[in-house]
């Protein structure tokens, strides 16, 4: 074996831990018969009424299907809580880690259940029914899982929107799925700030006359507005509500939950995942990949308004009667070994973040990190971008003391859990590398032209069959979903993804292919940043790329066309700047801002982002062909004026 592999060491081997030949006998399985080895999937669910059929899929445009497990009735919170109770009753489900180091908790299996059906049933006395949309908005708290669960338990749709979204957003989100039931809390704390999301609610809400209730959590003292008729106190009316709310049967493709996701056009996309299949994929691969067994404690950094939080820090573990750890604050408060302090505080075993943070935290040195002991971790992992090969060996090195594997986990909001991914005790490891497809996956490589290419080589990534936890329709837009996903590469899921593969077959992710943005692993469309710009009133047009930024992979640089008659003067980039954090929130707070007078057009009038990325990206050397531009001098123009700003 070539000497660039990363050997895993011996001794992280337990009696369970899946090694080479246990993965090698589930791949031989898959391979020999797919319907038998996707049952044992099935088969770790709890069943109100068994499955008889197993798979129903076909990519093709013109009879399109995914269904999964299709003729079995479950629920998923009782997956997550009233299985375990008999044996686990008293375990930690949750521990809680607040934004202050002074205050954590620990929340049993026990505790949870009485948690969520006392909120399930107050969901249900104020009118949410199976099938209903319900919008949380709420910060890194035990009560987001508990209304989580409490969705699940009585069968209705959350759609949880990350808390640092503008009112504006979280308005488009209500009325795009038709939700009338918002839950959100007074306050969040992050990094000793608070954030006003009840205030933010309110805001959005005047755009959002269907909504009928709002479910206040009081997370902080603080007093709020409360619009009488509307607005509930979540602690006062859960003192009448019974801690018994049987759960809701539903079927195996009943809607768990919507997810909005940017794409390279147009408003976010509602990602729709279905009961069965997300919850049997979800625990499969946090088991698999993370090498959970019992008593591990585990710790994923993710905020729950991300999929990384639905699936790795809430479905997953909890599937899986594990204990998971929930931390509201940031990596940087009130020290830089924050991450650290809190592994040796609740001894976490594993530790699952993202290469934004790890580079952030990089740069304050070894010191932080050396400052606390880490003795309790055995495994790493990385999510949500390319995790550069210097980021990897210092999260080896100094995080995990040479001694911890990493599992770099390949994956989207689409797939709903991990597809591509090292199994620790097996998976021998390259720093950069997702390594290779978990049993059951198909991932291939295709040219633009959809040619499947073999070997070494590489193409756009796509999936040539269905896993359980894939995503099965854009909510209210079928036509949209299969556009979007089956029709660059007719019978194919295209993940708009780029993607290398090496003579070892391991697979190393190059980013997105697409308009779509990777910015501190929080996904934007370039078209959302654009038509937030040309909002403002000084705008007449703007493109927007991507460029690589040393902490968060990528950053975001707008060109800008003011109308006539206005001066492009700093005070505008910052005002232009907090526009855009205003319309869409924080995230997508621009990088730089270069004001063109004009932009490289085609004859036809199509703007070339090409050129645009190259200028952004400071390569301007190869432009390549620049003479079907309407106007080929914006090109020297937009160089000039580029200098210095990135
Ligand atoms: C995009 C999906 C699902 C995890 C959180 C992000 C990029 C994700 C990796 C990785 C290289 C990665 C891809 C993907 N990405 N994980 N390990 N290595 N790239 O979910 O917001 O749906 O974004 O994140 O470009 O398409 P998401």
């Known amino acids: 074996m070539p000497d660039h592999f990363f050997r895993v060491p011996g001794d992280f081997i337990r009696p369970g831990t899946l090694t080479a030949g246990g993965l090698q006998a589930q791949r031989d399985r898959f391979a020999a018969d797919p319907e038998h080895y996707w049952r044992g999937l099935g ?96 910060p890194m708290v035990p009560e987001a899982a508990y209304f989580m669960l409490a969705c699940a338990r009585v069968g209705a749709v959350h759609s949880v929107v990350f808390g640092g979204f503008s009112p504006d957003s979280i308005a488009g989100r209500i009325l795009d799925c038709q939700s009338d039931i918002v839950i959100t809390a007074n306050e969040g704390l992050r990094g000793g700030k608070t954030i006003p999301l009840k205030a933010n609610v309110d805001l959005a809400l005047l755009q959002c006359p269907n909504v009928r209730h709002v479910l ?83 710790w994923c950094t993710a905020d729950i308004g991300w999929v990384t939080g639905h699936s790795y820090v809430l479905y997953g573990p909890l599937a899986n009667g594990g204990t998971t750890l929930m931390f509201e604050g940031v990596p940087n408060y009130p ?10 505080k609740h001894q976490v075993n594993i530790f699952y973040t993202a290469p934004t943070a790890i580079r952030a935290l990089m740069r304050d040195g070894e010191a932080p990190v050396k400052a606390s002991s880490r003795a309790s971790l055995r495994l790493l992992g990385s999510v949500g971008e390319p995790i550069n090969p210097e980021a990897w060996l210092w999260y080896h090195k100094v995080v995990g003391d040479s001694r911890c594997p990493i599992v770099d986990t390949w994956w989207q909001t689409e797939t709903g859990g991990i597809l591509i991914s090292p199994v620790p005790g097996a998976t021998p490891l390259k720093p950069g590398s997702a390594t290779q497809p978990l049993p059951g996956v198909q991932p291939c490589l295709v040219d633009a032209e959809g040619k ?67 910015v501190s692993g929080h996904r934007l469309g370039t078209a959302e940043v654009e038509s937030a710009l040309v909002a403002h009133s000084d705008v007449t047009e703007a493109a927007v790329v991507g460029y690589p930024h040393d902490i968060k992979g990528q950053g975001i640089w707008c060109y800008v066309t003011l109308k006539q008659g206005v001066e492009g003067t700093d005070a505008l980039k910052v005002e232009l700047r907090n526009w855009v954090r205003q319309e869409i929130g924080p995230i997508a707070s621009p990088d730089v801002i270069q004001f063109a007078p004009g932009l490289p057009k085609t004859r036809s009038g199509k703007i070339m982002r090409r050129i645009l990325r190259k200028i952004a990206e400071g390569d301007t050397s190869n432009l390549g062909d620049i003479s079907t531009l309407a106007d080929p001098s914006v090109v020297a123009d937009l160089i000039e004026g580029a200098k210095g700003l990135g």
């Open 43 to 138: 088969d770790s669910l709890d069943w109100i009424h068994e499955y008889s059929q197993v798979k129903d899929v076909s990519f093709d445009r013109a009879d399109f299907r995914i269904r999964w497990f299709y003729d079995g009735v479950l629920n998923v919170s009782a997956n997550c809580i009233d299985r375990h109770l008999r044996t686990r009753a008293d375990q930690t489900a949750i521990i809680f880690e607040g934004d202050d180091p002074g205050v954590s908790q620990h929340i049993t299996y026990a505790q949870l259940s009485e948690a969520v059906n006392k909120r399930a049933n107050l969901l249900k006395a104020h009118g949410v029914k199976k099938g209903d949309r319900v919008t949380i908005y709420m």
């Open 452 to 518: 499947v290419l073999d070997g070494a080589t590489e193409g756009n990534l796509c999936l040539t069959d269905s896993w359980p936890g894939q995503m099965r329709t854009v909510f209210g837009d079928h036509a949209r979903f299969l556009e979007t996903y089956f029709s660059t590469y007719p019978g194919m899921y295209f993940t708009g993804d780029g993607c290398r593969r090496d003579e070892d077959g391991y697979y190393w992710i190059t980013g997105r292919v697409d308009d779509v943005l990777n």
């Open 335 to 344: 020290t830089v070994s924050r991450f650290w302090q809190v592994i040796d």
């Open 216 to 298: 206040v959590v009081e997370h902080t003292p603080a007093h709020y507005l409360t619009h009488d008729g509307r607005d509930i106190s979540v602690p006062k009316a859960l003192e009448s509500m019974s801690a018994d709310c049987p759960p809701e049967p539903m079927n195996a493709e009943d809607p768990l939950f919507i997810l909005y996701t940017s794409g390279s056009t147009g408003k976010p996309k509602g990602v729709l995942h279905t009961t069965a299949g997300y919850l049997a994929w979800a625990a499969y691969t946090h088991q698999t990949v993370f090498d959970y067994q019992d008593g591990d404690v585990y």
